[in-house]
T-cell receptor, first 113, second 116 residues
């Protein structure tokens, strides 16, 4: 069975500084990895995904993530954080086929002006 | 990206009544939709997988007679919470995926259900 770990409940970063939100995964087979962002009382918005190809994936709003197979990680990064990036971030994984996403517990990002 | 519309966004109902939540894929056909439940400050827990034209597959611990799922067309799935109780109060989110092995899932805006 697949699983996702987001070791940090909360990440605080000053505006303009780089941010990293950590994610590690466990699957049998090749992983399909995703990052989503959730604002209060809203659904999830897709940020980026890794299926195959380049390990560095660029997504929406200046976010990127790096797939590291040896460390089974897929950390989310952004070079310069904005206050508007403050939200709840979910890492998710699935295997190929019509399987559902399995989510991490989420990491709350707070960007301080 | 593709759009998934979920309705209503908020609903308050009395104990013992039933509530229907709709999930529509507006600009793509979704053979599979997923229903999740999210408790405060927690992650999304998969409730069931809904395939168009067939019975939904429920996760362990989810009562299929209480959470009725119908996926009658390629653009619409519904979740009906029957005989609702206060412990059913939660945030329910649907997800629809485009066809193809590499497709990402798109999510509805969620429904905040409060049972009083």
């Amino acid at each position: 069975a697949q699983s996702v770990a987001q070791p940090e409940d909360q990440v605080n970063v000053a505006e303009g500084n780089p941010l990293t939100v950590k994610c590690t995964y466990s699957v049998s087979g090749n992983p399909y990895l995703f990052w989503y962002v959730q604002y209060p009382n809203r659904g999830l918005q897709f940020l980026l995904k890794y299926i195959t190809g380049d390990n560095l994936v660029k997504g929406s709003y200046g976010f990127e993530a790096e797939f590291n197979k040896s460390q089974t990680s897929f950390h989310l990064k952004k070079p310069s954080a904005l206050v508007s990036d403050s939200a709840l971030y979910f890492c998710a994984v699935r295997v190929s086929g019509n399987t559902p996403l399995v989510f991490g517990k989420g990491t709350r990002l707070s960007v301080i002006a | 990206g593709a759009v998934v519309s979920q309705h209503p966004s908020r609903v308050i109902c009395k104990s013992g009544t039933s509530v229907k939540i709709e999930c529509r894929s507006l600009d793509f056909q979704a053979t599979t939709m997923f229903w999740y439940r999210q408790f405060p400050k927690q992650s999304l827990m998969l409730m069931a997988t809904s395939n168009e034209g067939s019975k939904a597959t429920y996760e362990q611990g989810v009562e299929k007679d209480k959470f009725l799922i119908n996926h009658a067309s390629l653009t619409l799935s519904t979740l009906t919470v029957t005989s609702a109780h206060p412990e059913d109060s939660s945030f329910y989110i649907c997800s629809a995926r485009e066809q193809g092995p590499n497709a990402e899932a798109f999510f509805g805006q969620g429904t905040r259900l409060t049972v009083v």
